[in-house]
């Protein structure tokens, strides 16, 4: 597999319509629409189900790209790949094409975890069903869904019929009770279109990933791996991106009075030569984390946690250096550099939030449970879950 040669065409349309898709808040059709059409969508699909069987690498590979191109474009992907991650892991019985539905490009996938109620704490759904018909009913407001009225397929989840653990449904698009509550409009990642849903659904068995309670399992063992490693790659993209800009507008900006370009001015090059290292070794610290995720080791947990917050640290850094650096010209949006700035906030406040990463990544390194009273109703699995050939996991 080649991937630069099934994603270079991918770029030049996102990068083409990235300017629009912000300035609009629209969700980037073209992009989508080749993304679909390329098998990228099936990166991490086995290839018995005609995915590319990809691994962590290349998803950073991939979205760190496309992230430089448009970060809406990216940020649908990423949820894609990690609604693929607990479908192929375990797949529903009663959707027995759908592994190769993502692959092909025919299901755009997506997840529906954080609730209003529990907030950023996505593993802990407050909305629980109640038996009806012979089988589940559940009404659960979902607050932020990525590829809202655009995906095919939610991964949605609630608690299990006693309360006692968390379960994870397949709910297709267009089922009776699946419903946007209202647009989306927000600062960064405008495309998107995350808007909080609502699931007035019936829950049934043959539609559940694994057995009854599972759902934690599956969310902090082959979610949050694939998630941690894709929303890093974001970051990092974003923050390639704002560092190229950097370079070539102070390279190329002239002080006539002066006779000398921006980047001749020492306070410049030190901006920018910060930048570029944090930028190194950010980029350093997230392939490491993508090889231990494809081959556990002792500290895949750490290099899982760690990888997000930092990542998402560095974003907040560098694009902010490269405002301060391109001064007006960044306020001016023809650079570009205010999108990447607005994008990069997102990824810091998504769940799980930088701050408890590094909470959850200091409970780790001091022996401490990763969660105190009362705990998920599931214990956090071995770093041997593997959901696409590659293995990934959290274990504490």
């Given at each position: 597999m080649d991937l630069h040669?099934?994603?270079?065409?991918?770029?030049?349309?996102?990068?083409?319509?990235?300017?629009?898709?912000?300035?609009?808040?629209?969700?980037?059709?073209?992009a989508v629409a080749a993304l679909r059409e390329s098998g990228l969508l099936g990166l991490i699909v086995p290839p018995e189900h005609g995915g590319l069987g990809g691994g962590p690498q290349d998803v950073v590979d991939l979205l760190s790209a496309l992230a430089g191109a448009c970060g809406s474009t990216a940020m649908i992907t990423l949820m894609h790949f990690a609604a693929s991650a607990p479908l192929i892991a375990a797949t529903p019985s009663g959707a027995p094409?759908?592994?190769?539905?993502?692959?092909?490009?025919?299901?755009?996938?997506?997840?529906?975890?954080?609730?209003?109620?529990?907030?950023?704490?996505?593993?802990?759904?407050?909305?629980?069903?109640?038996?009806?018909?012979?089988?589940?009913?559940?009404?659960?407001?979902?607050?932020?869904?990525?590829?809202?009225?655009?995906?095919?397929?939610?991964?949605?989840?609630?608690?299990?019929?006693?309360?006692?653990?968390?379960?994870?449904?397949?709910?297709?698009?267009?089922?009776?009770?699946?419903?946007?509550?209202?647009?989306?409009?927000?600062?960064?990642?405008?495309g998107n279109e995350s808007s909080p849903m609502t699931f007035d659904v019936d829950l049934r068995d043959d539609r559940r990933l694994g057995?009854?309670?599972?759902?934690?399992?599956?969310?902090?063992?082959?979610?949050?791996?694939?998630?941690?490693?894709?929303?890093?790659?974001?970051?990092?993209?974003?923050?390639?991106?704002?560092?190229?800009?950097?370079?070539?507008?102070?390279?190329?900006?002239?002080?006539?009075?002066?006779?000398?370009?921006?980047?001749?001015?020492?306070?410049?090059?030190?901006?920018?030569?910060?930048?570029?290292?944090?930028?190194?070794?950010?980029?350093?610290?997230l392939d490491r984390a993508a090889e231990r995720v494809a081959a556990p080791q002792e500290d895949t947990t750490l290099f899982v946690l760690g990888s997000k917050a930092h990542s998402n640290d560095a974003a907040l850094h560098i694009t902010d250096s490269a405002m301060r650096v391109c001064g007006g010209a960044a306020f001016s949006q023809h650079l570009q550099i205010d999108r990447y700035f607005r994008d990069a906030r997102a990824g810091h406040v998504m769940a799980p939030t930088a701050d408890a990463l590094y909470e959850f990544y200091g409970r780790v390194i001091t022996g401490r449970p990763l969660f105190d009273a009362p705990p998920p109703p599931a214990d956090v699995p071995p770093a041997d879950a593997q959901p696409a050939g590659a293995a990934s996991g959290v274990s504490a």
């Open positions: 040669d099934r994603l270079d065409p991918i770029l030049a349309i996102a990068a083409e319509h990235a300017h629009d898709v912000d300035a609009r808040a629209r969700f980037p059709e073209e094409g759908i592994l190769s539905d993502l692959a092909s490009g025919r299901a755009l996938g997506t997840l529906a975890f954080s609730e209003a109620g529990s907030r950023s704490h996505f593993w802990a759904p407050v909305s629980q069903p109640e038996a009806h018909d012979g089988g589940l009913h559940v009404l659960a407001k979902k607050s932020w869904v990525t590829s809202a009225g655009h995906a095919d397929v939610f991964v949605i989840s609630s608690k299990t019929e006693d309360g006692a653990g968390v379960d994870l449904y397949a709910i297709a698009a267009g089922t009776p009770g699946v419903e946007v509550d209202r647009p989306w409009a927000g600062m960064g990642f405008r057995d009854s309670g599972a759902g934690t399992d599956l969310m902090l063992g082959v979610v949050l791996p694939w998630f941690n490693l894709g929303n890093s790659a974001v970051s990092l993209g974003l923050s390639r991106a704002a560092v190229d800009a950097a370079v070539k507008h102070t390279t190329g900006a002239r002080l006539q009075h002066l006779d000398q370009t921006l980047s001749a001015l020492p306070t410049i090059r030190a901006q920018l030569a910060k930048m570029s290292i944090e930028l190194g070794a950010a980029s350093a610290y």
